[in-house]
């Protein structure tokens, strides 16, 4: 009988605590969408692909997404992005993740 209340108290508490734990999840990546209050990161163009509209860019740490310093492809949000800089153009911008491809959010050219 004591077994049977344990049995049925640990099915009650995962049922409460599983969806619990989803609606964390979720919720930590509807903020990373939305990147609210991301720090912008610094990064040096390296190419500017305006046909495939995607910028390769050496970055520094992109905490938001959890990502050391690299060089890797960004696609971009606004193709305007692809006009306002060149190969070499240090600029400071913060990205997004979309699947399993990484967008441009927002970026400055830095002077
Ligand atoms: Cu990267």
Known sequence: MKRT??????????SVA?????QATSHATL????HADVALTEGEVR???KEAKKLTIRH?????LGMPAMTMVF???????L??????DK?????ARDGGSYIVMQMEVSK
């Not at 209340?5 to 995962?14: E, G, Q």
């Not at 696609?75 to 992005?81: H, I």
């Not at 006009?83 to 070499?88: E, F, I, Y």
């Open 91 to 95: 600029v400071k911008f913060t990205a």
């Open 60 to 64: 520094g740490p992109l905490e938001n």
């Open 83 to 88: 006009d306002a800089v060149k190969a070499g």
């Open 31 to 34: 903020q990373d969408d939305a």
């Open 18 to 22: 599983i969806p619990g734990l989803a």
């Open 5 to 14: 209340i344990r049995t049925a108290a640990l099915v009650l508490f995962a």
């Open 47 to 49: 190419k500017v692909d």
């Open 75 to 81: 696609q971009v949000k606004d193709p305007a992005m």
